[in-house]
């Protein structure tokens, strides 16, 4: 049961192979891809098949995809690329004879309004034209989305654009289990996941960062425009920002709130709290 795995030269990639590993595949079932092969160097000591794959670079995916039955493909990192180049993984994948696909999407990516949504809807679409047995993966933010965040927030507090919105976020390494569970499991294709963790608010993540560090720390609410401008101050590009600002929007307007189960019903446990990550994060500034 080969199972492949793009992207495991980046975070969620490399959790998911960790997960595989875990739930006892054998190293040598498990193929790891990436573009930058040499950062995978431990884990072929362990045994698991390292190939470069390069959505790019149509060839490479060919080659990479030779021999695997279940394909895990992690979306990619570049706004506006990925529908073109999920697309290209998609046929390779066709082409090698893959029998199934778990797509890592964005959570209600059939309704969001999000702009990262749509790069997610188009590669859906995709995958249904394709015709190959798949499922989605729909995951919410991610924790280390804000937990990454602390220095900023224990200096300046926090900021942003999602008012009183709920955000239903979850590890990497919990949304990687889940994706495990599913390439090692049966009855997945045609299933649509919506996945999140414990819900909280700005303001709610602002008490558990204080309560966490002993040091006061508040949520300052701002208008749309200016919280781009605040980014944009950070160092961060215009689109980049934009795309930033935009995810608060979308938290405000209750696009990124999960109410479903299916993360936890997956990995068969809670999925970590946002004061488990946060406690963590803490204990890791402090080394």
């Known amino acids: ?31 790891a891809t990436g573009r930058r092969t ?6 072929a000591e362990r045994g698991v098949v390292v190939r470069r794959a390069d959505f790019d670079d149509p060839a490479s ?13 992690v979306s990619g990192s570049e706004v506006g690329q ?22 890592t999407s964005i959570a209600h990516a059939d309704t969001s309004t999000l702009l990262l949504a ?22 919410g933010w991610y924790l280390e989305n804000y937990t990454g ?17 709920k955000v239903s976020a979850a590890t990497r390494a919990d949304y990687a289990e889940a994706a495990a569970a599913v390439l090692t499991g049966e009855g997945h294709a045609g299933a649509v996941y919506e996945l999140g963790g414990e819900p909280f608010t700005m303001t709610e993540l602002a008490e558990i960062v204080s309560a966490a560090t002993g040091r006061t720390v508040t949520y300052t609410d701002l208008p749309l425009e200016q919280y781009q401008a605040v980014l944009v101050g950070a160092g961060l590009p215009e689109p980049v920002a934009a795309v ?22 997956l990995i068969g446990r809670t999925p970590t709290s946002p004061a488990d990550a946060v406690a963590a994060a803490v204990a890791g500034l402090r080394g």
Not at 38 to 43: G, N, P, R
Not at 82 to 102: S, T, W
């Open 1 to 31: 049961m080969p199972i492949i795995v793009t992207g495991a030269t980046g975070h969620l990639g490399r959790l998911a192979v960790e997960a595989l590993l875990d739930r006892g595949v054998p190293a040598e079932q498990i193929i």
């Open 38 to 43: 040499e950062t995978l160097a431990d884990l």
């Open 61 to 73: 995916l060919r080659e990479a995809f030779t021999g695997a039955e279940k394909l895990l493909l």
């Open 82 to 103: 990925r529908p073109r180049q999920h697309g290209n993984a998609i046929d390779a994948a066709k082409a090698a004879g893959v029998q199934f696909i778990a797509y």
């Open 118 to 139: 749509e790069d997610h809807r188009a590669t859906e679409r995709l995958l249904a034209e394709a015709g190959v047995p798949h499922a989605l993966l729909r995951n």
């Open 149 to 165: 965040q602390l220095p900023v927030y224990l200096e300046h507090g926090i900021a942003g654009a999602a008012g009183t919105g």
């Open 244 to 265: 930033f600002a935009d995810g608060d929007r979308g938290v405000a307007a209750g696009e990124l709130f999960v109410e479903s189960q299916d993360l936890a019903t």
